[in-house]
């Protein structure tokens, strides 16, 4: 059985990269070693892994993976922090039409 990891990475730059493997480890160096120059990594090196989740079902991983990269740094950062009421709440809508807004 393959296990597939969906992951984030702080950048020289103080950004976050997000992405999926089956082999964390190998991927992890790839990205530190630049073996990718066309990567989003290659010019942030050095990176540091600060998150990281295992799943067992491939298209779970794909789907959080594509999720947080969609998240605002504020969220990203609560998810590696393991925050999970400023999760919460930056995860909650804030539209204006939202029914806790909305005066209902």
Not at 35 to 59: A, C, G, M, W
Not at 80 to 101: F, G, P, S
Request: charge should be positive.
């Amino acid at each position: 059985m393959y296990f597939y990891y969906v992951y984030i990475l702080k950048c020289s730059d103080d950004s976050y990269y997000a992405g999926i493997t089956n082999n964390l480890e190998k991927r992890y160096n790839e990205h530190q070693l630049g073996k990718h120059r066309d990567s989003y990594t290659f010019k942030r090196r050095p990176i540091q892994l600060v998150f990281n989740q295992e799943f067992n079902d491939v298209l779970q991983a794909i789907y959080f993976e594509k999720k947080i990269k969609k998240w605002t740094r504020a969220k990203k950062e609560a998810l590696i922090n393991e925050d999970a009421k400023m999760l919460q709440i930056l995860a909650e809508c804030r539209n204006a039409t939202h029914y806790k807004y909305n005066g209902i």
